[in-house]
Nanobody
Framework: QVALVESGGGSVQAGGSLRLSCVRF????????MGWFRQAPGKEREGVAG????????YYADSLEGRFTISRDNAKNTLYLQMNTLKVEDTAVYYC??????????????????????WGRGTQVTVSS
């Protein structure tokens, strides 16, 4: 059984930074794709960043304009999302998720929520102007 627990959310002013963490409990093979998703009120859940656990290859939504960085610490079973230059429109509940797949598939499907098997409960990020 795998459990994912996010933390690090909070309230910040526009232009500020936050770092989200996602701790994994339970075994997950290195052939896993992990991702960060977000869901704003009234909107669909969208993928913002993905990482292939084995290689560390990273993938990002184009709309982020380089403001977010995904990383992982395998020794700590932790996934991170560093968010800089936050905007009001980044306000959402942020979720981490994981699935087993190939690296090639991870690169093309990291933004698609339906394929992910394991999900955390989310952490709220609120950006004010």
């Amino acid at each position: 059984q795998v459990a994912l627990v996010e933390s690090g959310g909070g309230s910040v002013q526009a232009g500020g930074s936050l770092r989200l963490s996602c701790v994994r409990f339970g075994y997950i093979d290195s052939s896993a794709c992990m991702g960060w998703f977000r869901q704003a009120p009234g909107k669909e859940r969208e993928g913002v960043a993905g990482i292939y656990v084995d290689s560390g290859s990273t993938y990002y939504a184009d709309s982020l304009e380089g403001r977010f960085t995904i990383s992982r610490d395998n020794a700590k079973n932790t996934l991170y999302l560093q968010m800089n230059t936050l905007k009001v429109e980044d306000t959402a509940v942020y979720y981490c998720a994981a699935k087993y797949t190939t690296r090639e598939s991870c690169s093309s499907t990291f933004r698609v929520p339906s394929g992910f098997r394991y999900w955390g409960r989310g952490t709220q990020v609120t950006v004010s102007s």
